[in-house]
C-alpha cells in the first residue's frame, strides 16, 4: 500500500520536470505596491475556506495554488475565479517571483517542512495550526522565524473572534476574580471523515482523511483543541506544568489510527487546570470554553461569549449572641448544591469589529504583511499551544503524566 | 433511496439521493450540508458574523471587497433587478423590517415607518466594481436579503456538488419552495413534484415530473396578516413599498434553481402580463400563476409542461384562464428534459 509520503514523492517526482502544470500563462501585472500575492500550499477543504476569506480583504489575490491532489485545483480555481498558476511541487512554488506571503494549509506532519520552506524563501506565513506535530518541529519552525525575520501567524482564528478578545480583556481586568479552572469541549457526533471518491483506493483515503492517521496528524487534541488551549494559555499566562489524558479508537472503529475520543488534564503553576474533552459521538456540548473565576464565568462558543458572575455574598447581620443565645432550630430540609447560573449576560461586539473569525484573522495577516505588523497569534502562540498539544498526545498514548519542563523549553 | 434533513437558511433542507450503499450516501450527505451550511453562514443575514452582514454594515461607508462566488450572488442578484424593473430586489429588507415581517408576522407600518424605508430601498443604489470585487451603497440605511434568491443559488451548488461526486440521481430541496432534480429516480421519468393550491395546499393543482431541473414556488401564506378583511402578504412590491396583492402563488421552472428561485418573487411581483416578457429571456423558464383571492381564484400557465386543467384543482372554484397572447408562444421550443 502506498503511504501518503510515498504518494507525495512519486507525485512530485512524476511533476517535477513540469513547473507549472497549467496552460494559463501568468499574466500578473508587476503587482501595484497594495496588492499582496499570495500562494497556498494545500488548498483542501479548509484552504478553500481560508481563501475565501482572504479574497475578502481588499487588494488580495491568490497567484500560485500548490497540491499534490489534482482535483483542488480546479475547485480552488473556482474560488479565485480566475486560471490561477498551479503547481504540485510546492518548491517550484516558492520559486514564483511574485508572492508576497504563502497560506501552508497542509496535513501536520508537513508544516514544519513547508512553513520553514516558506520562511527561507523570504516569504511571510500564514501557517494552519497548529504550528508543528512534534516539540522538536515546533522548535524548528519557532527558530525558522526568528533566523528569517518574517512574519508568522498561526492559523487560529478564534484568536481574532471579537467575543473571545473582548472575554480575555474582562478576564485579564479581573472581572472574574482569580481564574482556578478551565473546562474546554469540541464535542461533535459524527464521524470525523471526510468523503472519498473511491473508498477502495487506500492512497486516496490517506491522502483525504489524513486527519486519522498517526502518520500525518495530531488527532482530536491537534485539530480541534488548538483552539482552546491557546485561549488558555492566554488566560493564564504560562505554560503547564504538567499533563495526564486518556483517549481511544472506542466507537468508530472504521480503520482510524487516532482516537475517536480524548481527554486530557493539563495542570498549571498554583494548581490551575485545563479540562479538555473531544468526543465525536454527541453534540450537546458543541465547542465550548468556560473559564471558572473566583467572581464568575464566562462562556465562550463558536459564535458568542456570555458572562455569569457570581451573586455577592453579603455578610450577615445575625448577631453572634442571638445564635449563641437562642440556638438554632432543627428541622428536615434537603436543599442540593444548586449552580447559580442566572441569565448572563451577553458579551457585547461592537459592530464595526464584528465579522467571522476567519476574515478576522486573514484581514490581520495581512494587515501584518503590508505594514509590517507583528501578528497576535505569532511564533510564541504557536510553540507554546503546538507543544502543549504535542505533550497531551504524549500523555494520552503514554498514559502517563508528562512533566514539561523535562520535554519543552523555548529555543533561544 | 437515502434522505437527510437539514436546518440550515431558515429553512429545512432535505436530500433525497440513490446511492450503492448507506456508506456512499452518507458521504454525500455529508458535502452536501456542508456545502449548504457554508453558504447559510456566508450568506446570511440574520448571523453578524457573515459576510453578508459584514457588507450590510460597511458598505454605505466604504466599498467592501467580497470573495468572487459572493460578488457572483451579489452580481446576479443586481441582473434580475435589472431584468425586472425592479420587482425582484434584494435591498428589500428595510421595507421588510417597516411592515414588520423580519421576524415576525407583520404589521400595518405608519407612513413615517413606510417612506424612510423607502429611502433606503432600491437596487440602483447597490453599486458594483467587477474590476475590484466591491460593493457599495449609496445610500445609508440599505442592506441586501438574500431571501429571495439564497436558497437557489444554495440548490445549485450543492446539485453542482453532488453531480461531480458522481451521483446521478438526486432532488435536493430547500424549504419545499425551491427544488432541482437531478437525474431521475430510476425507471422513472423524473422526481414528481406537485403544486399545491394555495388556499388548500392537501390539494394539487399540477404535477410534474422533473429532470435536470429547478422548480420554485412563491406564496402569500408564508407570512401574512389580514387588515380590514384584506390579506397583506410577505412578498413586496419594492417598487410601491407595499404587499403584492392578487397573487397567491407563482411557480416557475428552470435549469437553475438560483433563476426559479429569483424568478418566482419577480414572477408574484410582476404577474402574468409583465412577467411572461421576463421568462422569454430565460432559456427554459415556465411559469404558473394563482391569481385573485382565496374566494375566487385562477390560474395562468406559460409553457407550463402538462396541461393544468387534468389535474386535482378542476373540482374547486378555480377555473384555468390562458389569455390568447400566451398561446402564440407555446409553439416554442422548450430546454430542459421534463
Known amino acids: 500500500m502506498m503511504n501518503r509520503r510515498e504518494f507525495f514523492g512519486k507525485t512530485a517526482g512524476a511533476l517535477a520536470a513540469v513547473s507549472v502544470l497549467s496552460s494559463a500563462k501568468n499574466t500578473f501585472p508587476v503587482p501595484p505596491s497594495d496588492q499582496i500575492n499570495l500562494g497556498i500550499i494545500g488548498p483542501g477543504s479548509r484552504g478553500q475556506s481560508l481563501m475565501r476569506a482572504f479574497l475578502r480583504v481588499p487588494g488580495v489575490r491568490f497567484a500560485a495554488l500548490c497540491d499534490v491532489y489534482e482535483p483542488r485545483f480546479a475547485q480552488a480555481r473556482k474560488i479565485t475565479g480566475e486560471e490561477t498558476p498551479i503547481y504540485k511541487d510546492y518548491r517550484l ?29 523570504g516569504r511571510h506565513v500564514y501557517g494552519e495550526k497548529d504550528m508543528a506535530k512534534t516539540v522538536a518541529s515546533c522548535d524548528h519552525v519557532y527558530q525558522a522565524v526568528k533566523r528569517n525575520g518574517k512574519h508568522y501567524q498561526l492559523g487560529t482564528q478564534y484568536h481574532y473572534a471579537p467575543w473571545f478578545v473582548e472575554a480575555l480583556q474582562r478576564i485579564r481586568a479581573g472581572k472574574l476574580g482569580e481564574i482556578t479552572q478551565i473546562y474546554a469541549y469540541w464535542h461533535r457526533n459524527n464521524n470525523w471523515r471526510r468523503p472519498v ?32 488551549i491557546l485561549f488558555a494559555l492566554e488566560v493564564l499566562g504560562t505554560l503547564p506544568e504538567s499533563v495526564i489524558g ?75 449572641k442571638l445564635i449563641v443565645e437562642h440556638g438554632i432550630v432543627t428541622t428536615a430540609s434537603f436543599r442540593a448544591e444548586v449552580p447559580y447560573t442566572g441569565p448572563g449576560e451577553t458579551i457585547r461586539v461592537p459592530e464595526d469589529k464584528n465579522g467571522s473569525p476567519d476574515f478576522l484573522a486573514c484581514q490581520s495577516f495581512i494587515d501584518c504583511v503590508r505594514n509590517n505588523r507583528h501578528p497576535g497569534a505569532d511564533e510564541l502562540s504557536g510553540w507554546k499551544s503546538g507543544v502543549s498539544v504535542a505533550l497531551g498526545n504524549q500523555a494520552i498514548d503514554s498514559g502517563e503524566k508528562v512533566v514539561f519542563a523535562e520535554h519543552a523549553k523555548l529555543p533561544g | 433511496m437515502f434522505y437527510r434533513s437539514h436546518p440550515a437558511m431558515g429553512t429545512i433542507f432535505t ?26 453562514s456566508t450568506l446570511s443575514n440574520y448571523r453578524p458574523e457573515s459576510e453578508l452582514s459584514r457588507i450590510n454594515r460597511t458598505a454605505a461607508r466604504e466599498p467592501v471587497t467580497t470573495d468572487p462566488e459572493v460578488f457572483d450572488f451579489i452580481q446576479r442578484s443586481m441582473d434580475y433587478s435589472h431584468r ?35 429611502t433606503s430601498v432600491g437596487w ?12 457599495r451603497f449609496e445610500v445609508p440605511g440599505m442592506e441586501l436579503d438574500p431571501g429571495g434568491i439564497g436558497k437557489g443559488f444554495a440548490v445549485d451548488s450543492v446539485a453542482d456538488l453532488l453531480r461531480a461526486n458522481g451521483v446521478t440521481s438526486a432532488l435536493i430541496d430547500a424549504g419545499s419552495s425551491s427544488i432541482y432534480a437531478l437525474g431521475a429516480p430510476p425507471h422513472e421519468q423524473g422526481w414528481k413534484v406537485q403544486i399545491p393550491r394555495p388556499e388548500d395546499r392537501t390539494k394539487s393543482i399540477s404535477t410534474v415530473f422533473l429532470r435536470d431541473l429547478s422548480l420554485s414556488t412563491s406564496g402569500n401564506y408564508e407570512k401574512f396578516f389580514w387588515l380590514n378583511g384584506k390579506l397583506y402578504c410577505h412578498i413586496m412590491d419594492p417598487r410601491t413599498g407595499e404587499p403584492v396583492q392578487g397573487v397567491l402563488q407563482t411557480t416557475v ?54 396541461n393544468v386543467s387534468g389535474t386535482a384543482y378542476a373540482s374547486g372554484d378555480m377555473h384555468r384562464s390562458i389569455p390568447r397572447h400566451f398561446e402564440a408562444d407555446r409553439s416554442k421550443p422548450r430546454g430542459g428534459n421534463i
Not at chain 1, 501536520?108 to 512553513?115: A, G, K, N, T
Not at chain 1, 464568575?296 to 459564535?303: D, H, K, P, Q, R
Request: charged fraction near 20%.
Open chain 2, 253 to 306: 421552472i428552470t435549469p437553475r434553481a438560483v433563476d426559479s428561485d429569483a424568478l418566482s418573487t419577480a414572477m408574484f411581483v410582476m404577474g402574468p402580463v409583465s412577467g411572461v416578457k421576463l421568462l422569454k429571456t430565460v432559456t427554459g423558464a415556465s411559469g404558473l400563476w394563482v391569481l385573485g383571492n382565496l374566494k375566487a381564484t385562477h390560474i395562468v400557465e406559460w409553457h407550463w409542461p402538462v
Open chain 1, 93 to 121: 512554488l516558492l520559486d514564483a517571483k511574485n508572492l508576497d506571503a504563502i497560506v501552508v494549509s497542509t496535513p501536520l506532519s508537513f508544516h514544519e517542512e513547508h512553513v520553514t520552506a516558506s520562511l527561507e524563501s
Open chain 2, 124 to 135: 440602483q443604489h447597490v453599486a458594483l466594481d467587477p474590476t475590484l470585487r466591491t460593493v
Open chain 1, 246 to 320: 486518556t483517549g481511544g479508537i472506542d466507537y468508530w472503529k472504521d480503520g482510524r489510527e487516532v482516537p475517536d475520543n480524548v481527554q486530557v488534564v493539563y495542570r498549571f503553576p498554583g494548581g490551575k487546570i485545563l479540562f479538555f474533552s473531544s468526543i465525536t459521538t454527541n453534540r450537546f456540548e458543541g465547542m465550548k470554553i468556560c473559564v471558572y473565576g473566583t467572581g464568575g464565568t464566562i462562556v465562550l462558543t463558536e459564535a458568542r461569549g456570555t458572562a455569569y458572575y457570581e451573586p455577592a455574598t453579603k455578610n450577615s447581620s445575625v448577631p453572634e
Open chain 2, 15 to 40: 436530500i433525497c439521493l440513490y446511492a450503492v450503499d448507506r456508506h456512499q450516501a452518507d458521504a454525500d450527505f455529508e458535502i452536501a450540508f456542508e456545502d449548504i451550511d457554508r453558504l447559510d
Open chain 1, 197 to 228: 471518491p473511491d473508498p477502495k483506493d487506500k492512497a486516496l483515503e490517506r491522502l483525504i482523511n489524513w486527519r486519522l492517521y498517526r502518520e500525518f496528524s495530531g488527532g482530536l487534541l491537534a485539530e480541534l483543541g488548538t483552539h482552546q
Open chain 2, 84 to 118: 425586472s424593473n425592479g420587482a425582484f430586489d434584494i435591498t428589500v429588507g428595510p421595507l421588510m423590517r417597516a411592515w414588520g415581517f423580519f421576524r415576525g408576522q407583520g404589521h400595518y407600518p405608519s407612513p413615517t415607518e413606510l417612506a424612510n424605508a423607502r
